[in-house]
């Protein structure tokens, strides 16, 4: 069965830090990444997404990042972080374009 | 864009079918409905999706209505792990998922 990663499960960082969330799956080949960004008390917002390595798509500008480096591997950076950075962070990932998307546990980010 | 309208927060006692309506006036036909659930601190989990016909899985019933604007979600007999907030989200072929802010739903012993 498929499974997904994500670490650390909490983080607190300073403002102006840099960051790296890291995403894993398990049991697939070739799938959908997606990194999605929950503000307290509010939806998911879309931040980046990924069909294949290296292949990237941005959905918010602003000051996150995020690479591909291997196939079931997703990584989500900053150079410096906000305090608006802070929040929920989660990884999810699909078979194939168009269905239904699977959740990480989340890393729960506050930036001080 | 959401698209959906849910009521903010609803009840049901533990044993009861939860039934969970969603209000998507503005559907085209190539749009599915989805719904999800998030306990809280943990990711969202998938529940059951469908296109136009009523969908029944291990979790729970999806009820679309004929002109489909609308569709209830239904959990058969809630226990209190299914205290949770649950998201309908529209989508179409592309592949983002708007999640707005759900029905928080209380099961009572």
């Known amino acids: 069965s498929q499974t997904i990663h994500q670490w650390p499960a909490t983080l607190v960082q300073p403002v102006g830090s840099p960051l790296s969330l890291e995403c894993t799956v398990e049991g697939t080949s070739n799938p959908n990444l997606y990194w999605y960004r929950q503000a307290a008390g509010r939806g998911l917002q879309l931040l980046f997404y990924s069909v294949g390595i290296g292949q990237i798509s941005s959905e918010v500008p602003q000051n996150l990042s995020a690479s591909r480096p291997q196939d079931r591997q997703f990584i989500l950076s900053s150079k410096k972080l906000l305090l608006s950075d802070s929040g929920f962070y989660l990884c999810?990932?699909?078979?194939?374009?168009?269905?239904?998307?699977?959740f990480g546990p989340g890393t729960r980010l506050t930036v001080t | 864009d959401a698209k959906t309208t849910q009521p903010p927060s609803m009840d049901c006692a533990e044993g009861r079918a939860a039934n969970l309506p969603c209000n998507h006036s503005t559907i085209s036909g190539n749009e599915y409905v989805y719904w999800y659930r998030q306990i809280h601190s943990q990711g969202p989990q998938y529940i059951i999706h469908?296109?136009?016909n009523n969908e029944t899985n291990e979790m729970a019933s999806l009820i679309i209505t004929e002109d489909r604007k609308s569709s209830t979600l239904i959990l058969p007999h809630a226990t209190l792990r299914d205290t949770a907030v649950y998201y309908c989200i529209v989508r179409g072929t592309g592949n983002q998922f708007y999640f707005g802010t759900g029905t928080s739903l209380t099961v009572i012993p």
């Open positions: 999810a990932w699909s078979v194939r374009w168009g269905g239904e998307q699977y």
């Open positions: 469908g296109l136009k």
